[in-house]
């Protein structure tokens, strides 16, 4: 048997073809219980003599998982529809923003034998009480829950097939997810990363503290744990990129079991793999999140026109449970699910499961190439794009991956030569995008790619021709679609979560950093020198609003002072402002005169992808090319002013990824 290698970044993984995993799996169930299904008439059972799972008939709603010698890991003081389901948020003209569960009303045997049981629970859309004034009006959509239960497996697969038929109404989504409410007498550590793994606030801490700027955060003031007082707790301090959300859950400390979602692949999750979204939060809850406005806004809604068709199967991902014995570390729960979930990477996609809709590994392609960097007033050779991160989506223009919703994607990074290869492709017609960290700007190879099953396309050597009009005169920031770099505060003593006290790649997680500038700059703005000043340590991480002594705000103005030796008369300078978040803002630039009544340039009113509130380093990347005429300027000193000008509250504001002035070609 031949097996297949592929060489990244220095490494050779080598990659098992379907059969010899199968082979592997088969030989690891030897001895393993059968898998039984019993259908009652509210409940559907499902056994491997490893975990039961227990799921409402038929709507779907998972009501209890038995593991461990736990008759129930879910919160059984809960309705059995308020355990384990899917939700989704939507509005359409004239139903407000809704949050609707969502449930089956036919049930169904997909394949039941002793290695596998696979069970849907559908529901068809029911347009009789969409045109009424009354009645309970239901997405417009078509559903297909799906759980899936292998003999010898310590966990269960569950994946949806969302479809939209045409003549369907017209409606919006901003959010797609499942959640899995556990126990609360038992599941108190959450484990997101290596870095981020504490003992949780209970719900009732939350309920007694005292609420912050927004509902979602709050001061424990007497909680259960008394080592947890004067913290902080909100959910999205526990936010996480797609791209590194692979695994997550809970760890019950009497029994010592854990609960872990993993994700073993990004395809059907959306806005590709920078895309921020919750996690695991105070519950305990985890979450399996598809798709959500988070870190994005209404940038990002998926929007569908009337009778427009749509489908896409968001999952499979996996729910993995495993537990030690009372003299084992608590540790060894975690390291064991990051095995298992680089065992799921590894299988991706999956063989087992049964839906049409889920193309298998046969019924793929994949493409590679490599990608390379001419940037001509900075190199005089091409460059490998190192670390690029190179994906198929959707046709459109350069950077439309981010805000794209209904499609599927497919991402990875390219090694330190600019390789790389995208595996598992579903058929379809896609454009091939990049960026790279320390390139300004997107790439995207525009020639359409179409991807049948089990085509090879070789892409060869692709160029990326950063925007640029001339030598760099200055730069702020280091281009790669953060404000990381940037100077980011510790927090008020006040208002402190301790997991990251100490975690310097995380400190912008602690709440309250947007009322530090006005700690930092009480009177005067802040003022940026270029060549003297150090954008590490001299360039705060938001350009936020600052709140005054009678509790308003007003706008900010920062400078950034320059000197230029030369200013060729009758040529045009470039300016490019490199936004690593925005909301609800304005910048408007102004050259040596902050008093002009209207200014040289601006954003208009953009964004609303809510980070600074949100902790987030980032939220929805945007870039502003600026044409500087020579008469702006002046030899010698020039300082240019950002105003950020919309000011009703705290969270208006942008963060910068990188500023930089280009010269005209002369100055070369």
């Given at each position: 048997m031949k097996l297949v290698g592929v060489r990244r970044a220095g490494f050779f993984i080598i990659t098992l073809p379907p059969l010899l995993l199968l082979l592997s799996y088969n030989s690891a169930m030897q001895g393993a219980a059968a898998v039984t299904l019993d259908v009652r008439e509210k409940q559907v059972v499902i056994d491997n003599g490893i975990l039961q799972l227990r799921i409402a008939n038929p709507e779907g709603y998972l009501?209890?998982?038995?593991?461990?010698?736990?008759?129930?890991?879910?919160?059984?003081?809960?309705?059995?529809?308020?355990?384990?389901?899917w939700d989704v948020v939507w509005d359409a003209q004239g139903i407000n923003g809704t949050t609707d569960r969502i449930a089956g009303s036919v049930f169904n045997v997909i394949v039941q034998n002793e290695d596998q049981v696979e069970v849907s629970f559908t529901n068809t859309w029911d347009s009789t009480a969409w045109n009424t004034s009354y009645g309970n009006r239901a997405l417009p959509v078509n559903v297909d829950l799906r759980y899936i239960v292998l003999r010898g497996s310590s966990g269960f697969y569950a994946y949806a097939i969302f479809e939209r038929e045409e003549g369907y109404p017209a409606s919006n989504v901003d959010q797609i997810r499942t959640v899995y409410k556990l126990d609360q007498d038992k599941f108190h550590y959450m484990a997101i990363s290596n870095d981020r793994q504490r003992i949780m606030p209970m719900p009732e801490d939350r309920e007694s503290g005292l609420p912050l700027a927004y509902k979602e955060a709050v001061l424990l003031t007497d909680p259960i744990d008394p080592d947890l007082r004067g913290e902080v707790d909100d959910k999205y301090q526990y936010s996480c990129e797609d791209k590194d959300n692979k695994v997550h859950g809970w760890i019950s400390f009497e029994p010592q079991i854990g609960f872990w979602i993993i994700t073993p692949s990004n395809e059907f999750r959306t806005a590709g793999p920078v895309k921020q979204d919750l996690t695991s939060h105070v519950g305990p809850i985890s979450l399996a999140m598809f798709h959500s406005a988070h870190y994005a806004g209404l940038d990002v809604t998926m929007k569908f026109q009337e009778g427009e068709p749509w489908k896409k199967v968001f999952g499979p991902y996996y729910v993995y449970l495993n537990s030690v014995s009372e003299d084992t570390d608590l540790s060894t729960l975690w390291d064991d699910a990051k095995h298992q979930m680089a065992q799921e990477v590894r299988s991706w996609p999956y063989e087992f499961p049964l839906s049409v809709n889920f193309p298998k590994s046969v019924q793929r392609g994949f493409v590679f190439g490599r990608l390379l960097v001419h940037d001509r007033y900075r190199w005089k050779t091409l460059r490998s794009a190192t670390s690029a991160w190179i994906g198929l989506a959707v046709p459109g223009d350069a950077g439309s991956w981010q805000t794209e919703t209904k499609g599927y994607q497919f991402w990875t990074q390219a090694d330190r030569n600019g390789r790389f290869?995208?595996?598992?492709?579903?058929?379809?017609?896609?454009?091939?995008?990049?960026?790279?960290?320390?390139?300004?700007?997107?790439?995207?190879?525009?020639?359409?790619?179409?991807?049948?099953?089990?085509?090879?396309?070789?892409?060869?050597?692709?160029?990326?021709?950063?925007?640029?009009n001339g030598p760099t005169l200055w730069q702020i920031g280091f281009p790669d679609r953060t404000a990381l770099e940037f100077y980011v505060p510790a927090p008020s003593r006040l208002f402190v979560n301790k997991l990251y006290t100490d975690n310097d790649l995380n400190k912008f997680r602690q709440y309250g950093l947007w009322e530090r500038y006005a700690d930092l700059y009480p009177d005067n703005d802040l003022i940026y020198t270029v060549g003297i000043s150090d954008?590490?340590?001299?360039?705060?991480?938001?350009?936020?609003?600052?709140?005054?002594?009678?509790?308003?705000?007003?706008?900010?103005?920062?400078?950034?002072?320059?000197?230029?030796?030369?200013?060729?008369?009758?040529?045009?300078?470039?300016?490019?402002?490199?936004?690593?978040?925005?909301?609800?803002?304005?910048?408007?630039?102004?050259?040596?005169?902050?008093?002009?009544?209207?200014?040289?340039?601006?954003?208009?009113?953009?964004?609303?992808?809510?980070?600074?509130?949100?902790?987030?380093?980032?939220?929805l990347y945007r870039l502003f090319n600026v044409d500087v005429p020579a008469e702006w300027l002046t030899v010698g000193n020039n300082t240019m002013y950002l105003k950020q000008s919309r000011h009703t509250g705290p969270f208006e504001g942008v963060m910068y990824d990188y500023i930089r002035l280009e010269g005209p070609l002369q100055t070369t």
């Open positions: 009501t209890g998982v038995c593991y461990g010698g736990v008759d129930n890991v879910l919160e059984t003081r809960n309705e059995g529809f308020n355990r384990g389901y290869m995208i595996k598992g492709i579903h058929e379809g017609v896609y454009n091939l995008y990049a960026w790279a960290p320390g390139v300004i700007g997107d790439y995207v190879y525009a020639e359409n790619i179409t991807v049948t099953p089990g085509s090879a396309i070789d892409l060869a050597d692709l160029i990326f021709e950063p925007l640029r954008y590490h340590r001299d360039w705060f991480f938001a350009h936020v609003t600052r709140k005054t002594n009678n509790g308003t705000y007003i706008p900010t103005t920062w400078q950034i002072i320059f000197h230029l030796k030369n200013v060729y008369p009758s040529t045009n300078y470039t300016l490019r402002i490199a936004l690593a978040s925005a909301s609800r803002s304005e910048v408007q630039v102004r050259f040596n005169d902050p008093e002009l009544s209207a200014p040289h340039f601006t954003t208009m009113l953009i964004g609303t992808d809510n980070a600074i509130a949100r902790h987030g380093i980032h939220g």
